[in-house]
């Protein structure tokens, strides 16, 4: 896999970020390969494939989500599924839309930072969940229907078992 990371927000000091990296690669990862044992989705038969991962601030964020999905707030991840069925003309970020890759992944550390003090947990824990929930929308996962949703997180939470050191 090949994780593009582009940093629009920054952390205290470049070791954190490398650490953060090397975390949100192993969640992605994770997941990837989670759904080629579970699913036997085309990730089983295409190893060598791209994802796009933008880390931002709530306002870059608030800026997509109102363009995308006209909500005028910040959110803590996006996901662009360039592989989705029906998805709309424009939607993806990546400029390179070539079979091998996924789709894009954005991260507000803002958001993440807020979420992972008031859920009383590392930045790095909460922004390897929302990797792993932005990877699990670039794969077709959605909940918006209560059923959905349950499966989604039956998926989250093994996965996030993975990652107790964090």
């Not at 009383?120 to 959905?148: K, M, N």
Request: glycine share 8%.
């Amino acid at each position: 896999m090949d994780l593009n990371i582009i940093w629009e927000s920054h952390l205290k000091n470049e070791e954190e970020e490398q650490t953060l990296e090397g975390c949100l690669k192993r969640g992605i990862e994770a997941t990837l390969s989670l759904a080629r044992r579970e699913t036997g989705d085309f990730v089983a038969q295409t190893p060598d494939f791209e994802v796009g991962l933008v880390l931002t601030n709530d306002q870059a964020i608030q800026i997509l989500n109102r363009q995308f999905r006209g909500i005028d707030s910040p959110t803590d991840v996006l996901s662009f599924a360039l592989r989705e069925s029906g998805a709309e003309e424009g939607m993806a970020i990546a400029f390179d839309h070539e079979e091998q890759v996924l789709g894009d992944i954005i991260i507000s550390l803002e958001s993440a930072a807020r979420q992972a003090k008031e859920y009383g947990h590392s930045l790095a824990r909460e922004a390897v969940f929302l990797a792993i929930h932005g990877t699990l929308h670039l794969l077709g996962f959605d909940h918006v229907e209560e059923e959905d949703y349950q499966e989604m997180n039956r998926w989250e939470e093994t996965l996030m078992g993975q990652f107790r050191d964090l």
